[in-house]
């Protein structure tokens, strides 16, 4: 079994900061696939970054700039830092990995950010 575990999130105002983190059950191993998505109620979910195999990120336009992914190989653990945040950051943020076929297969229960202008 492959869980993944998010916590951090909670209200924050505009402008401030949250890092958001995600756990999983196993080891990373060299899979750098995995990714952060977010989903407001009533909204399709949408993706926010991601990081590849080689080790690579990527970042939706929206959140360019202002957010950073990062992973700790030893701990297993892959953190969001959000910063510069806007009342439409509000969401529920989910981590995500994929399978060896190249599909977000394993997701997490999600963290509920909110944040207030």
């Known amino acids: 079994q492959v869980q993944l575990v998010e916590s951090g999130g909670g209200s924050v105002q505009a402008g401030g900061s949250l890092r958001l983190s995600c756990t999983i059950s196993?080891?990373?191993?060299?899979?750098?696939?995995m990714g952060w998505f977010r989903q407001t109620p009533g909204k399709e979910r949408e993706g926010v970054a991601g990081i590849d195999s080689n080790g690579g990120t990527s970042y939706a336009d929206f959140v360019k700039g202002r957010f950073t992914l990062s992973r700790d190989n030893t701990k297993n653990v892959m953190y969001l830092q959000m910063n510069r945040l806007k009342s439409e950051d509000t969401a529920r943020y989910y981590c995500a990995k994929k399978d060896g076929l190249g599909t977000f297969r394993y997701w997490g229960q999600g963290t509920q950010v909110t944040v207030s202008s």
């Open positions: 196993v080891s990373f191993g060299n899979d750098y696939c």
